[in-house]
């Protein structure tokens, strides 16, 4: 293709030389002229107007300012006789046989034989009028692989990322696809889209640089102005003066640029505003897509897509990375970009052979099985060895549900005896090289260890329970959300339910970050006194509650004698007379405690953000009970059959779990959703939540529409 390129081009410069040695004139067509009349003007023929032109396909197509090549010597001006290239198909250089397995589909033979499904069907024509089936024999064609060095005929130049660019804005700035940039440019991170202002990137020159790249349907007219210069000229419009010079070959001949002069012009590329993440949000073109179904999907009409994307007049084409308004609605976003919704189950590529590490605090070393009563106890009681044998039991599910999927999962499980040294031990003796992700450890300490060392082979750490780390790695998703993250939920739900309420807001001296957030959404909320970190000052604070308006009390600490006696004095003051409800933005397990009534938290609605909620009674629950002998899946059980086929999933999916991360959006199962983010300096943070209430004795998800979409 690149050769029939610069074949074409050659040819195209031969041409305009030999324009430039004929004898003609350019004419600009003035209002109320016709093909006819401008024919008698020259003493022409019509058909040679026609032909020297052919941009113009009739003789409706002369409109004013329209601008002509005439002949002035009767003869076709052969500019414009050049053929068109014609993008050749590889042929192949041989064939291989592959009969077909359980499970496998077209996509995964394409995946796997780096072929179109195009290319597939064309040689195996049975494919086309009926399904692909277990035992099938096919033709695969093998096509040579590009040779390295072509790339040195191509014309690059050198960019510098602008503040708030990303590899999707560039993309689209150079009309190529994210793959070709990371291509040109193989030193950028796979596992990061960080771009540093500044950073150099290898380029293709735009469109417009050179003139094989300019369609004649593109062109527009220019009257030269006074002190005009090819030089200001070239910058105005981005082009090079060489071009401006062969597209009107009459500036050669009349000695230079003049003034008055009306000029054959590509048309100006959009301006109006820088392409970055601040302006616009971006979209990637999918195989097969058109723009009917595109401008569906996307909310846009075809007219304003096109405005936009100026280069969708040659053609839709897959990898494309179109701009859209920041403000469109009814799509899913990440990063800037434009999310295709993906069913995980439907697009496992069951050739992938996966291997996945888990690092888990199983306390053997204590642990003596030999005495059941003790082992018993020690599960009860010590709260790591019953989240870490919990969580593994739920993986184990998910390992057999992914395994019933046709995948293949090579596991290796490892006891960090809740032990920086013993996890050091482990890597030393062990070699990661090949893990699809390593899922652990628990402890911080021990899953900086592990994230330094397998970022160097650059392996994802997905941790279990942690929702940040002291040091930064790009390489660590931390599944359970910050903070921040669950209040700004909370709160932004709770914005948008708002009717006036009395807020009060009851908050110990170690959740000052609840406090102030809170006030700042609410102003007018009222300060409850609090003595001695520990209880209210119950006078001043009855004082506080409204007869008139449903009361808001928010309870902000950790102490469980707090949330006790907090919600038994509220729950007292709950009467027909006076409404009071309940809530948090800083849900703890003193929440949970024992020494809270349940049904206080019940009868005052007791409304708060979690990151979990509690497994229904579906596939997971009963497979689960089927394996463990009728044995109900608590949270930790739960949430390590979410995360383990969570990772599974995207993994089969794509084979690289950062790649896959940056196209796939919210996902959910039984108890847990994930929606990780990616901070370039700290990893990827679960962005997903739940708001969740207390209701007849029971904790409850609260459905609102499209809550995920607006909060």
């Keep these: 293709m690149k050769k029939s390129v610069i074949l074409f081009l050659a040819f195209f410069i031969l041409a ?52 002509l090549v005439i002949p002035l010597d009767g003869a076709v001006v052969q500019q414009e006789k050049v053929a068109p290239v014609v993008e050749q198909e590889d042929k192949p ?68 990322v602008q503040p708030k660019e990303t590899r999707w804005s560039i993309a689209h700035k150079y009309g190529i696809s994210v793959d070709s940039l990371v291509i040109l440019n193989p030193e950028l991170n796979s596992s990061t889209d960080y771009l540093a202002i500044g950073q150099e990137l290898k380029l293709p020159r735009p469109k417009g640089a050179s003139l094989a790249d300019q369609k004649i349907d593109l062109y527009t007219s220019y009257t030269v ?43 100006k590329k959009d301006t109006s505003g820088e392409v970055n993440t601040e302006n616009f949000i971006f979209y990637e073109v999918k195989p097969k897509q058109n723009i009917f179904r595109l401008t569906q999907n996307l909310n846009i009409s075809r007219e304003a897509l096109f405005d936009l994307n100026p280069a969708l007049e040659n053609g839709l084409k897959a990898g494309m990375v179109l701009k859209l308004p920041k403000d469109t609605k009814g799509v899913e976003i990440k990063n800037a970009l434009v999310l295709d919704k993906i069913n995980l189950q439907d697009s496992i ?4 052979r996966l291997k996945l590490v888990f690092m888990l605090p199983f306390r053997l070393d204590r642990i003596n099985l030999n005495d059941s009563k003790k082992t018993k106890s020690q599960i009860t009681t010590r709260r790591d060895l019953k989240l870490s044998l919990g969580f593994y039991s739920g993986a184990l599910v998910a390992l057999d549900s992914i395994s019933k999927l046709g995948v293949a999962v090579d596991v290796k499980t490892f006891d960090t005896q809740l032990s920086q040294e013993k996890v050091k031990e482990i890597l030393f003796q062990e070699n990661l090289y090949g893990t699809g992700a390593v899922i652990g450890p628990i402890a911080s300490a021990a899953l900086d260890e592990v994230a330094v060392q397998a970022s160097s082979q650059n392996i994802p750490v997905i941790s279990p329970t942690a929702s940040n780390s002291a040091l930064g790695h790009g390489n660590v998703f931390y599944s359970v959300p910050k903070e921040e993250v669950l209040r700004t939920k909370m709160l932004s739900y709770l914005e948008k339910i708002y009717t006036d309420q009395n ?70 003051a709950n009467t027909e007379e006076m409404s009071v409800r309940m809530l948090t933005t800083s849900f703890n397990n003193a929440f949970e405690s024992d020494a809270v009534s349940k049904t206080h938290l019940s009868n005052l609605r007791f409304l708060y953000p979690s990151f979990y909620r509690e497994a229904r ?67 990827y943070h679960n962005n997903a939540a739940y708001i969740m209430e207390y209701d007849s004795l029971q904790i409850k998800q609260v459905q609102l529409d499209d809550l995920e979409s607006n909060l």
């Design 16 to 67: 305009l030389l030999r324009v430039s040695a004929q004898k003609f004139a350019t004419h600009t067509v003035k209002e109320g002229e016709t093909l006819q009349s401008i024919s008698r003007q020259y003493r022409v023929t019509p058909f040679t107007i026609l032909q020297s032109n052919k941009e113009l396909k009739t003789a409706a197509d002369i409109k004013p300012n329209t601008i």
């Design 93 to 160: 250089t041989g064939f291989s046989r592959h009969r077909v397995r359980k499970r496998e589909t077209i996509y995964s033979l394409t995946e796997r034989y780096g072929i179109t499904e195009e290319q597939l069907k064309r040689y195996n024509r049975n494919l086309y009028s009926e399904p692909l089936k277990k035992g099938m024999v096919l033709q695969i064609p093998k096509y040579p692989k590009p040779d390295p060095n072509e790339e040195k005929e191509l014309d690059f130049e050198i960019y510098q």
């Design 225 to 267: 102005p006074a002190k005009k210069t090819l030089y200001s000229l070239g910058r105005e419009y981005g082009i090079p003066s060489d071009s401006i010079v062969k597209l009107n070959p009459e500036i050669m001949q009349r000695g230079g640029l003049k003034e008055g002069m009306v000029l054959r012009l590509p048309k």
């Design 349 to 352: 590529n069951a050739t992938n």
């Design 503 to 572: 807020v009060i807001i009851v908050a110990d001296s170690s959740h000052q970050m609840a406090y102030d957030t809170i006030l700042s959404k609410f102003p007018a909320a009222q300060i409850a006194k609090v003595i001695d970190n520990k209880s209210l000052h119950l006078d001043r604070f009855l004082i506080q509650l409204s007869e008139k308006k449903e009361n808001w009390v928010f309870l902000e600490t950790d102490q469980a004698n707090m949330i006790s006696s907090v919600s038994s004095i509220l729950n007292s």
């Design 617 to 683: 009674n579906d596939a997971f629950t009963k497979a689960y009970r089927k394996r463990f002998k009728g044995i109900k899946p608590d949270r930790y059980a739960t949430r390590g059959f979410d995360l383990t086929y969570d990772v599974l999933l995207k993994l089969s999916h794509k084979n690289n779990l950062f790649e896959t991360s940056k196209i796939i959006g919210l996902t959910e199962y039984s108890g847990n959703r994930f929606d990780y983010y990616k901070d370039w300096s700290s990893g």
